[in-house]
């Protein structure tokens, strides 16, 4: 930056010198010498050059990526990523991890959600919220007895492995492909950030989320992360940037 502010010095000195040299020559007498000798004189006065401009500070580019950096903690066995925390296929809760339902401000922005949809004329509803640890271990083992573990890994989690079991985590209407281009996936996916939820497995990011697309499930992260993650996905290009995307992680089963 140094370098660029001096060049622009250099430049702005040496087009004043050249404009006041010229002025100069511009002014100088032609001889009156009566004789008719053809020789000029020269002012032997210095030329008046006008005064710098002051050059304005050039402000400093920022570099800053719209993507944080990455703080992991671990607090009680609960894995925080720059404060937001994470249930995905890398990160495990503990089976006693039990909020109760979904929290109090998921439920009260899925109520205000709800609502603008209605207002809408469209109908958003909870089909499945919280699951404790034990009522993931029964549907997933259920789906691995008819699918095969590796088929029931696409789309749904081992216990302990689900965001439903955070309590920050809804699956809306019919939890099934036939959700998606529906009314309200669109409004879902278009309006969800204003109301601090994301469509947490994006079409396309399979191998990033460990998941099918699930137009359906929506994650609550508050207002400031989704709207910060939407800003980010703008910046990157990318309309379906994910949670482990914007924050730096992966997502499988590392055992």
Known sequence: MKKYTAEITALIIASVCSVGLTSCERNVPASENSGGNDISTTSSETPEISEIPEIPEIPEISE???????????????????????????????????????????????????????????????????????????????????????????????????????????????????????PEAIWLEENCTDYGFIIRYPQGKQDITGYQYEPWHIRYVGKEVAEALRDASISAGDPTLTLEEYLGIDSYYHN
Do not use: C
Not at 115 to 126: E, K, T
């Open 64 to 182: 800053t990526s719209p993507i944080p950096e990455k703080k992991i903690e671990v607090i009680d066995g609960i894995t925080y990523v720059n404060g937001i925390l994470i249930a995905n296929k890398s990160y495990s809760l503990p089976s006693s991890y039990n909020p109760g339902g979904l929290t109090d401000e998921t439920y009260s922005a899925f109520e205000e959600l709800s609502y603008a949809a209605s207002v809408d004329g469209l109908d958003i509803y909870i089909s499945s919220g919280f699951r404790s640890y034990e009522t993931q271990d029964e549907i997933y083992n259920n789906y691995v007895y008819w699918n095969g573990q590796e088929v029931a890994d696409t789309f749904s989690a081992r216990p302990g492995y689900s965001e439903h079991q955070t309590g920050l985590a809804i699956d809306v209407n019919t939890i099934d492909d036939s959700f998606a281009g529906t």
